[in-house]
């Protein structure tokens, strides 16, 4: 009888395990297979970048790249001018974009169509190809502004010159500013007319009501967007390197860069990157804790009417403030730009006979190197959206599906966002420290590429399809499992299907960053791997403007159409809504 039992219970352990494997969710290998590859991304070259700063050649601990990256004086300089440069180019911003959020969202100003669309347009043009702009226009003697002045006065010299760190602030706010405009404009958007016509009842002007009522109610969102710019200038590179560089001093990003030329300082490269990471972190909490607290609009949000105020013949000062800005930002780089394009020789001006195609022909047709740089870009930009977008929509839903307790989802979407607070040139050189030995010997192959765009630009597909999957009633796909369908089947079925149109938007959210990313591309392309952001910062070491604005144009154009793409399927707040978000 012993034997009997035992042979029975054997004979059913395989009918036991086939039970368990039929009702046992599958998906659940979807989602571990997700969140491993996330520590993948961001954990390990994170984590190599700290333990490489304190390695020598032979892999032994040493404090000596610590003391190599801060023992000399023009190291701390760069530093230095990092921090000059970031309070700096934030000040201008707030001077550039909180007049303008106000002017457009409180006041009756004519022309809001024309400002908005020159906006967008700053926010298309990549930072480096504004510079590129603006070194064309405000190049010492040779810049169409000193000509114009030259000729004007016939004075020997124009008294512009964009190779110099205030020429350096200029350029960067000029591209940077439309994060005030956006944020302060949402906020301002909030506040009811309430508290203002109390002011005006009890006597006081509207530029009275603006400075005590009015901004005050913003003002945390005026500092985190502030927080948010000095950021975003501390970390840029391709500004930096096309006038800083020329101009003799170093900002922290052209500093790594050169730690870069051969031999590669590895060790120095990491430690000298801890305080940008340390200072990005910290301003980013600080930022995170400010935009967070609610209560200054919370007060007048809800309810109440938001009216437009009269300003009279004041309106039309406004309307040339916003113009100056866009004219500055926008209208004259991008005419400069389409000039040198279509020039022979863009110093000969504009003229019929300086005209040519051959430039964007060159580019798009002749030139066998920009052909590959071009296809590589969008190779790289359209497989990296692909797997941020998979990645995204894969932690999303487990977290808000709860498929893992709350302090894992919590992990879960800080690993996620994470990537967002670093530079993406401190997230270049932890690829670099993390695949350039075995066991991945990623360096050099199109692989390090795709992985570090798509580590880069991962919290911008994460909002988005954490904010689509919230969208989706969980009853609908509790009613298909209730029917006898599997959890894969209610996605395949019930979630993708809704999700089509978002999750196109995201992906081109994601792809038209990727297609313009440098700070990262340059420290991990090889020659059989180049982008067409580096092959134009190439260009720019070259003298050769006609080439690289013919290149440059290729980049916004494309960028066009994908955003008139954005717009007929999310609608026309395509762009600002999820830049808000």
């Not at 001077?95 to 967008?120: H, Y």
């Not at 000729?151 to 940077?176: D, H, K, Q, R, W």
């Not at 439309?178 to 301002?188: D, G, H, I, R």
Request: hydrophobic share 55%; net charge positive.
């Amino acid at each position: 009888m012993a034997y009997a039992k035992t042979t029975l219970e054997e004979a059913s352990l395989p009918g036991r395990f086939e039970q368990r494997w039929k009702h046992w969710d599958k998906t659940t290998i979807v989602w571990i297979v997700a969140i491993a590859f996330l520590v993948f991304l961001v954990v390990n070259p994170l984590l190599r970048l700290f333990v490489v700063s304190f390695q020598d050649a032979n892999g032994a601990f040493t404090l000596a790249n610590y003391v190599a990256a801060y023992s000399r004086s023009r190291y701390l300089e760069a530093l230095l001018n990092s921090l000059i440069l970031g309070v700096s180019a934030g000040a201008l911003c707030l001077v550039f974009g909180v007049p303008m959020a106000w002017a457009l969202s409180r006041t009756d100003m004519p022309f809001k169509g024309l400002i908005w669309i020159a906006i967008l347009g700053t926010f298309i043009i990549p930072p480096y190809l504004g510079a590129v702009g603006w070194i064309l226009l405000a190049g010492p003697n040779a810049g169409w502004l000193n000509k114009a002045w030259m000729a004007l006065t016939g004075a020997g010299a124009g008294p512009f010159n964009v190779y110099s760190m205030p020429g350096l602030v200029l350029v960067i706010a000029c591209y940077s500013f439309p994060y005030v405009f956006v944020l302060t404009k949402s906020a301002l958007d909030l506040v009811s007319s309430e508290m203002e016509d109390a002011a005006n009842i009890l006597g006081a002007g509207n530029l009275k009501t603006t400075l005590l009522i009015t901004l005050p109610l913003v003002l945390p969102a005026i500092l985190g967007a502030f927080i948010l710019v000095f950021l975003e200038a501390i970390a840029l590179f391709g500004s930096p390197a096309l006038i800083a560089l020329p101009a003799r001093f170093h900002v922290v990003t052209t500093q790594l860069w050169q730690f870069f030329e051969f031999p590669p300082k590895i060790g120095v490269a990491s430690a000298y990157a801890m305080p940008l990471l340390l200072i990005t972190v910290f301003l980013f909490w600080v930022q995170r804790r400010i935009t967070h607290r609610k209560g200054y609009v919370s007060l007048t949000g809800k309810g109440g009417e938001r009216r437009p105020m009269s300003l009279g013949p004041w309106k039309w000062l406004m309307l040339g403030w916003c113009l100056l800005v866009t004219t500055m930002s926008f209208f004259m780089p991008l005419a400069v730009i389409c000039q040198a394009a279509f020039a022979k020789a863009w110093g000969r001006g504009f003229s019929l006979d300086n005209l040519t195609l051959r430039n964007l022909h060159a580019v798009l047709f002749d030139n066998d190197l920009t052909r590959t740089a071009t296809l590589h870009t969008f190779l790289y930009a359209g497989a990296a959206s692909a797997i941020a977008l998979v990645l995204a929509l894969c932690v999303a839903y487990v977290t808000n599906r709860n498929l893992v307790n709350r302090h894992v989802s919590g992990v879960l979407g800080f690993l996620t966002m994470a990537p967002f607070v670093v530079p993406g040139i401190v997230l270049a050189i932890g690829f670099y420290a993390a695949y350039t030995r075995p066991p991945l010997l990623l360096y050099g192959t199109a692989w390090i590429l795709i992985l570090a765009f798509t580590t880069r630009f991962l919290p911008i597909a994460f909002v988005n399809s954490n904010a689509a999957i919230r969208s989706i009633n969980p009853e609908l796909e509790e009613a298909v499992r209730t029917l006898g369908g599997s959890r894969l089947t209610a996605i395949r079925h019930v979630v993708l299907p809704v999700l089509k149109r978002s999750m196109a938007g995201a992906f081109i959210l994601v792809f038209i960053p990727a297609t313009r990313e440098l700070s990262t591309a340059i420290f991990l392309y090889s020659i059989n791997t180049q982008v067409l952001s580096v092959l134009l910062f190439d260009k720019s070491d070259e003298g050769n403007f006609e080439m690289l604005a013919s290149i440059g144009l290729v980049l916004v154009v494309i960028t066009v159409a994908l955003i008139l793409l954005g717009f007929r399927l999310m609608g026309r707040d395509f762009m600002l809504r999820r830049t808000v978000a």
